[in-house]
């Protein structure tokens, strides 16, 4: 059984009112949205809400996507504080690649399907963090 992700919503930028005066006083509007929207998947996670405290330096793992979702390809996280995230990823040829990104908010990725994830780790740098965390994509 499978789904569909949706993604709506605008990304909006410019002064802080319209009569600053100031400039620019060009308005930036960008639509949000999945690659597909909306975007099928066979399996998901739901949404995942945990505290996490590490050691500075030592990543735990959130959770291999494989154990819920075979090939992860659509990734939401959210954090309250600086976190890296080590994602794990498929090189296309069944190696890795591994990318470490400082997330300090929102989050959100998609991979190709060649190239899925394939661990999610945190390290919160000795701090107390609650992440929420939705993964969705093949079996």
């Given at each position: 059984m499978g789904g569909q992700l949706k993604l709506s919503g605008s990304l909006i930028a410019g002064p802080t009112?319209?009569?600053?005066g100031?400039?620019?006083a060009m308005l930036?509007?960008?639509p949000l949205s999945t690659k597909e929207n909306?975007?099928?998947?066979v399996?998901?996670?739901?949404?995942l809400c945990r505290g996490v405290t590490t050691v500075a330096g030592v990543f735990?793992?959130?959770?291999?996507?494989?154990?819920?979702?075979?090939?992860?390809?659509?990734l939401y996280f959210r954090s309250d504080n600086l976190v890296i995230l080590r994602e794990t990823v498929d090189d296309g040829a069944g190696g890795d690649i591994i990318n470490n990104n400082p997330v300090d908010g929102l989050y959100v990725?998609?991979?190709?399907?060649?190239?899925?994830l394939k661990t999610l780790e945190i390290d919160t740098q000795g701090n107390a963090v609650q992440v929420e965390y939705f993964l969705a994509g093949n079996a």
């Open positions: 009112q319209a009569t600053d100031g400039f620019p930036a509007n960008a909306p975007k099928g998947y399996q998901a996670t739901g949404i735990q793992d959130l959770g291999e996507p494989g154990n819920v979702v075979g090939e992860a390809l659509t990725r998609e991979y190709p399907s060649a190239r899925f």
